[in-house]
């Protein structure tokens, strides 16, 4: 339903991103798309790129009088560090960056030289994308969707968080991360994380760790298990490798349940005394049969530590053929708490296209009336017919 392109190297003039498939009538500013923006340039542990930079999206297309037309929406960002570098003598940058795409870019294109390889491999390009995210996150709150994320682990300096929160247990969680600079909701947690972060920086290394995403207020039947790619959890799954450095994903606590047995790990079915079908727990992170429950969506993610070190890693010098430390120029030292923002907005993305899909609708006020008549988790919806009935294929 939804599709999007982003264009833009990281010392270019500017990003540029367009969004195809929202509908007509989605109110928009570029202040809606701002907000995500800065959030994505918090975080203590970044490097020095960020006080240059001061994200904004100038909307170009697709937006008429503060309202979406239903065309594609075209968005510019700006790189302000673009002047440093305009017209400028570069040095040769021939020595590759483990873990970078420094390498496999000049094999796959050919270069002649590595800096063609990180200019477009950058996670500058994650502006672009965090615009993509904001407008998605705006047709998703237009239905009471909301979208927030917080950081569990820094550089193996983790938080304990309750393993069954509810809806209200998760706004808490959203809120206390905007007021953590690592983008963790425990207090004393958030202090382990920063002092961690600070003596990696003073040891000229970096580091990764695992953030989660947490989607409220889905209506359940998002996502389809008919076909593999229809199959949310595949689709979310996906769009996290699409997070630069993140390495590893899983939704709600996948890779523990890997050790328990069946009975400990799903969420019983009951009924309340209003007919709603209700959980207990939702340990299975939001989906079943690859379709959304209503539960709270829950994916989370495994970052890689930054691969540009100050401590040199052992290269090649492409150049000479002869082994080469890797050369410094400026990096991050801890990008968890932004790609947990990025993380947001793939989130956002792959919701926003499966809620189009499901209510379909060229307008929002056509999108309305649909969403309102969705089946709930309710035995009313679900009429049986409780009796006996043959098995037949083929028109029998
Ligand atoms: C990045 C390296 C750094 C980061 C950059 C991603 O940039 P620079 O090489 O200019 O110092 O700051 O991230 C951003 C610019 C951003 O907006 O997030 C990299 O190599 O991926």
Redesign the pocket.
């Known amino acids: 339903m939804l599709r999007y392109l982003t264009a833009g190297e990281?010392?270019g003039p500017e990003l540029t991103a367009i969004l195809e498939g929202m509908p007509a009538g989605l109110p928009l500013t570029e202040e809606d798309i701002a907000l995500d923006l800065a959030r994505?340039?918090t975080g203590y542990g970044?490097?020095?790129?960020?006080s240059i930079?001061q994200?904004r999206a100038r909307i170009t297309g697709g937006v008429m009088n503060g309202l979406t037309t239903g065309g594609p929406i075209s968005m510019i960002v700006a790189n302000r560090?673009w002047k440093n570098w305009a017209e400028k003598d570069i040095d040769p940058f021939t020595v590759p960056r483990p873990g970078?795409a420094d390498l496999t870019g000049a094999i796959k294109y050919g270069y002649r030289d590595l800096r063609l390889s990180?200019e477009r491999?950058?996670?500058?390009e994650?502006?672009a994308r965090g615009a993509i995210g904001a407008v998605c996150r705006k047709l998703l709150a237009e239905f009471g969707i909301r979208i927030g994320s917080y950081v569990t682990m820094i550089g193996g300096v983790s938080v304990a968080l309750d393993p069954n929160p509810d809806e209200a247990n998760y706004l808490t969680l959203f809120t206390a991360a905007e007021d953590s600079d690592v983008r963790c909701p425990d207090p004393a947690a958030s202090e382990a994380m920063h002092a961690r972060i600070r003596e990696v920086i003073q040891a000229k290394d970096t580091l990764g760790g695992i953030f989660e995403v947490v989607a409220l207020g889905l209506p359940p039947g998002l996502g389809s298990y008919v076909h593999a790619d229809r199959r949310l959890d595949a689709r979310l799954l996906g769009a996290m490798g699409m997070v630069?450095a993140v390495k590893g994903a899983e939704i709600g606590a996948a890779f523990d349940q890997a050790t328990m047995q069946g009975t400990q790990v799903h969420d019983p079915i009951t009924v309340d005394g209003e007919g709603n079908l209700t959980r207990a727990s939702n340990r299975a992170g939001g989906l079943e049969g690859g379709i959304t429950t209503g539960e709270p969506v829950v994916v989370r993610a495994a970052m890689k530590p930054i691969s540009?070190t100050l401590t040199p890693i052992p290269s090649v010098d492409l150049a000479t053929g002869k082994p080469a430390d890797t050369v410094y120029?400026?990096?991050?030292f801890c990008a968890v708490p932004?790609a947990a923002v990025v993380g947001e907005g793939v989130v956002a993305y792959v919701l926003a296209d499966a809620l189009l899909e499901k209510l379909g609708g060229d307008s929002i006020s056509e999108m309305q009336p649909r969403f309102e008549s969705l089946r709930r988790s309710r035995l009313d919806d679900l009429p049986m017919d409780d009796q006996p009935w043959r098995f037949g294929f083929q028109g029998e």
């Open positions: 990281s010392h994505r340039q970044r490097g020095g790129r960020m930079e994200d560090d970078h990180l491999a950058s996670a500058r994650t502006a630069p540009t120029e400026r990096s991050d932004r």
